[in-house]
């Protein structure tokens, strides 16, 4: 039987609404659309490259506990209200994937607080080391 493992990061959103920051299932890592939330102090930046490298260090940490990095994911997206706000979080992104060149997609669409200006969600295959 595959193995299914959820992983949580602490954030009460995962509590009040009920999902895990990702699930590891067998070799594939799911990490749930991860806003710029530091989920320790629950703040957030109002500036949006501030709030990206936040849900980089995030989703970092998530593939971390998963036994994966940013060299094993293969798909991102990114989730922001305003597209105008992508281009400028350009290099913050470009230092997590640039080597790795995942399939990506940007979507402009409303978030669940007006507060948070992008969200990141990735999956990743853990290499064989």
């Known amino acids: 039987m595959t193995e299914r493992r959820a992983i949580l990061s602490g954030s009460t959103f995962e509590e009040q609404i009920g999902y895990a920051r990702a699930v590891v299932h067998g070799d594939r890592v799911y990490v749930s659309g991860t806003t710029g939330f530091d989920y320790a102090a629950m703040t ?12 980089l260090r995030n989703i970092e940490a998530a593939l971390a506990e ?18 105008a706000d992508f281009e400028p979080c350009w290099p913050v992104l470009r230092k997590a994937f640039a080597e790795v060149r995942p ?10 607080d007006p507060r948070m200006k992008i ?4 999956d990743a295959v853990k290499a064989v080391r």
């Open 44 to 55: 957030i930046s109002g500036d949006v490259v501030e709030q990206a490298a936040q849900c």
């Open 119 to 122: 969200e990141i969600e990735v």
């Open 66 to 83: 998963a036994g994966c990095t940013f060299a094993d994911v293969v798909r991102v997206r990114y989730l922001l209200p305003s597209r």
């Open 103 to 112: 399939a990506a997609t940007m979507l402009e669409c409303g978030l669940a």
